[in-house]
């Protein structure tokens, strides 16, 4: 648009910037392996814990979710203890659970606004007591969606 000034012409520009912001996620570790081993004297190793650390943007009203999947089919139970939150993490919990048949686990709860969250997860071989002597190793399959 070109405007008439009494010096002569004189340019009128107008400029628009669009931003557009896209959830991101990243998660450390991706995989965990996991290693018990049942002694017959008792002094079995059945727990074992690991640090899961997770950074997110997200979009508004966006739950987070971070699940876990062992890929055996030996029976493990979890507990998270929150170790660090940061901005919107800080409203996320770390929860417990058993693992069911193909259902991936749950790890956090209450997330929906983007931060850094931190948790200790405990996983233990259920009913230790009841298996034969031996080692048990499986690897857990973590996942993250923004």
Partial sequence: ???????????????????QVTPEAYL?????????QVLADGSSVTAQTE???????????????????????????WSGTVMRATQGAKAASCTSGMFEAATPG???????????????VTFTLAEAKTLPVGIYTTTVDLSISP
């Avoid at 790890?107 to 929906?112: P, Q």
Wanted: aromatic content about 6%.
């Fill in 1 to 19: 648009m070109a405007l008439l000034t009494a010096g002569g012409y004189s340019q009128h520009t107008t400029t628009t910037m669009l931003v």
């Fill in 106 to 120: 749950e790890l956090v709860s209450g997330w929906s606004q983007s931060g850094v969250l931190t948790c200790a």
């Fill in 28 to 36: 450390v570790p991706k995989r965990i392996p996991l290693h018990f």
């Fill in 51 to 77: 640090s899961i650390t997770a950074w997110v943007r997200t979009l508004p009203g966006k739950a987070v979710r971070i699940t876990a999947r062992p890929i055996t089919g030996l029976a493990l139970s």
